[in-house]
């Protein structure tokens, strides 16, 4: 039997695909999906169309300009990524197909280039340079030890100190060592054993396992937080092949948990063989010593006098000093008597009515010698007067113009000594003992006095 046509739906092909492309918009979430590029392609758009695809299956992808241009690396075919997208249909051709709002490397990949970008700028801070390392210390007696408390890490590095050193003590500061808490737990662990300070060294650390396994120690925030730590730390992470942020940042890194465990511990049969051999040592000498002691006791022995010889002769010499300190003071008293006598006697002398007398005396004999003084200079100086007088009269040129001389003076008052100052007609002036002549040069001779 047919159906009538009037009672049927029916869909031309573009609302066909208008409608499941409506379904798978509004039915079904953002869904994240792994797979392996192919068929990428880049046109000049700037859109990208790719083909994801696993080992069964494959769905074709696009994704927009605005949205590839936050990818922070370079897909190509090949390249396994993880992509959140929505489910969506075109219209054109009715394909089914992903609309890719985000990308990111899956696995190893992605994991890899994150742990190159972190390294490069811790790298660019300082944060692994020599000189921000501690030094370990020389001798560790507490040891802390950061990670799981049942891994097999504590488990080694028990071992090894047990067998090298059961004296360390250990405290176990438990955490996750993988998972998305183990970044805190690890944090936290590392700074309350900073808090607690109590703890010489900090072993950071977990056994092997994948990149994934391992990533807790690639953390930003757990390498700062072992930069922080005013503990040195030693990162023991993995096995030797492996390398983490953790074991840049650290100040000193251990290939294995075991190997942190044996670098912080001395070997206690070394320190057996070294107590010993001081054992030795310390023996001898102290047997040198005592020998060295009895010998010196046997000299003390020889040179030791009874204590009744030793008190008599103790004895005696306070008797000496007995009769000397006697004598002392008698002789002492004598001479301050013989002093204050002295003094008595030079009072009595100096008393005052005799004093005052005395110098009544001194002052009138005083008074005599200089009135003789006196007169005796005065008479002195009248006398040395007369006689300079006497002289002055005999070599005064008046006392020589009476004998006849006279001095003869030209028209300035200047003296004539000779012919030669003076021509005929000069008008001079002659002084004699009683007045002046005044005369005119006729004419001069140069012929001295016969």
Not at 134 to 148: D, F, K, L, Y
Not at 158 to 170: G, H
């Amino acid at each position: 039997m047919q159906s009538n046509n009037s009672e049927r739906q029916i869909f031309s092909v573009s609302e066909l695909n208008r409608t499941v492309r409506q379904l798978l918009e509004t039915h079904l979430p953002l869904l994240w999906v792994e797979g392996e590029i192919s068929n990428f392609a880049r046109p000049a758009s700037g859109h990208w169309y790719l083909t994801l695809k696993d080992g069964q299956a494959q769905v074709r992808c696009a994704m927009f300009r605005n949205s590839n241009m936050r990818v922070n690396f370079k897909p190509a075919n090949g390249t396994q990524v993880l992509v959140r997208c929505r489910v969506g249909l075109y219209e054109g051709r009715g394909d089914y197909q992903l609309i890719i709002e985000h990308m990111e490397e899956a696995g190893f990949g992605a994991l890899q280039r994150q742990f190159e970008i972190l390294k490069q700028k811790l790298v660019s801070e300082g944060l692994f340079a020599s000189e921000h390392k501690q030094e370990m210390p020389s001798s560790v007696r507490h040891v802390g030890v950061v990670t799981s408390p049942t891994g097999a890490a504590v488990k080694d590095i028990l071992a090894v100190l047990k067998r090298r050193f059961p004296a360390i003590k250990v405290s176990i500061f438990a955490t996750a060592v993988q998972g998305e808490q183990a970044a805190g737990q690890i944090i936290s662990a590392i700074e309350s054993a900073n808090h607690q300070a109590q703890c010489d060294v900090l072993i950071v650390g977990r056994g092997g396992g994948s990149l994934e396994d391992l990533w807790p120690f690639n953390e930003e925030s757990v390498a700062r937080a072992m930069f922080a730590s005013k503990i040195p730390v030693i990162s023991a992470v993995g096995h030797e092949v492996d390398f983490t942020i953790a074991d840049f940042v650290a100040d000193l890194r251990a290939p294995t948990p075991s190997a942190a465990a044996e670098l912080i511990s001395p070997d206690g049969d070394d320190i057996l063989r070294q107590f010993i051999g001081f054992e030795i040592l310390l023996a001898d000498a102290i047997a040198r010593k005592t020998t060295t002691l009895a010998q010196r006791v046997d000299s003390l022995k020889k040179r030791l006098r009874h204590p009744g010889h030793k008190l008599q002769e103790q004895a005696q010499h306070l008797d000496h000093l007995d009769i000397r300190l006697r004598r002392a003071m008698n002789n002492r008293l004598h001479q301050q008597r013989q002093q204050m006598n002295t003094v008595q006697s030079k009072l009595a002398r100096v008393h005052p009515g005799e004093a005052i007398s005395h110098y009544h005396q001194l002052l009138a004999m005083y008074v005599k010698q200089m009135s003789r003084s006196v007169k005796q200079r005065i008479e002195l100086s009248q006398s040395r007067t007369a006689q300079a007088m006497h002289l002055l009269d005999t070599v005064s040129p008046l006392k020589t113009l009476g004998r006849g001389y006279s001095i003869i003076r030209d028209n300035q008052g200047g003296v004539v000594k000779s012919v030669t100052g003076v021509s005929a007609g000069d008008k001079l002036k002659s002084q004699v003992v009683d007045g002046a002549i005044y005369f005119t040069v006729d004419s001069t001779s140069d012929e001295s006095l016969q």
